[in-house]
């Protein structure tokens, strides 16, 4: 089993930043494999945002590309998403996710971006 914790989510003026960071936690496995961050709007499908891998390797999808960046800390199993630029087809509900051996998801942060 792995836990993912997600912090950081908020309400924010277009044009501002929010940085969501996700502590990754498990009793049984390392977590080595890949984390990141999909997000879901109301009445829309879940998509990705980004992904990393441990040795850093990252993949956006096409909407954020130049304004949200994703790092990993290994050490601390943590995966961070600053999002800078942010506009209001951004809002949505943001979810932090790893694989080891199967999926696993955070609850959810919720960012809004409205003014």
């Known amino acids: 089993q792995v836990q993912l914790v997600e912090s950081g989510g908020g309400l924010v003026q277009p044009g501002g930043s929010l940085r969501l960071s996700c502590a990754a936690s498990s009793v049984i496995f390392s977590i080595t494999g890949p984390m990141g961050w999909y997000r879901q709007a109301p009445g829309k499908e879940r998509e990705l945002v980004a992904t990393?891998?441990?040795?850093?390797?990252?993949n956006y999808t096409d909407s954020v590309k130049g304004r949200f960046t994703i790092s990993r800390d290994n050490a601390k199993n943590t995966v961070y998403l600053q999002m800078n630029s942010l506009k209001p087809e951004d809002t949505a509900e943001y979810y932090c996710?790893?694989?080891?051996?199967?999926?696993?998801w955070g609850r959810g942060t919720q960012v809004a971006v409205s003014s």
């Open positions: 990393i891998t441990s040795g850093g390797t990252t």
């Open positions: 996710w790893t694989r080891t051996f199967r999926d696993y």
